[in-house]
């Protein structure tokens, strides 16, 4: 049980020494978390393409790019800035700055991401409405 204890607190203090601001930190939680990089929701008359999960780890990105109903990502989504220096870097501090896109409802059938990481590196995908839509 000891050693049970040990290592969770080797891990939880890795973990807390990490700001995830740097491509090297934040790639590996994204290729985790591919299948929610995005998100579509139906509201108030709308789709609306939510991009919260990207915005939660930002920092170690230099840009994003999508597509709607393409393959190809060709529309840069602008991410809030980075906080880096302080405490919670990935924080989301602005009021105007909504973590989602708005389209006409039921329009989005595929949404395509490019991911630029600060180190050069590209990733992608594309997701299909039905396996991103949240009620």
Not at 105 to 123: A, P
Request: proline share 4%; net charge negative.
């Amino acid at each position: 049980m000891k050693r049970i204890i040990l290592g969770f607190l080797f891990v939880a203090n890795i973990a807390a020494a990490q700001n995830f601001t740097t491509a090297a930190e934040v790639r590996p939680i994204m290729d985790m978390t591919r299948a929610n990089w995005i998100a579509v929701r139906e509201w108030d008359g709308k789709d609306l393409v939510y991009f919260t999960h990207i915005e939660s780890w930002r920092c170690g990105m230099s840009k994003v790019v999508y597509g709607i109903n393409s393959n190809v990502a060709n529309t840069e989504y602008q991410l809030e800035p980075c906080y880096e220096g302080e405490a919670t870097p990935n924080a989301m501090k602005l009021t105007d700055h909504l973590p989602y896109i708005e389209f006409p409802l039921n329009s989005v059938e595929t949404v395509t991401i490019k991911i630029t990481y600060d180190d050069g590196s590209i990733d992608g995908g594309t997701f299909d409405r039905n396996r991103v839509m949240i009620p």
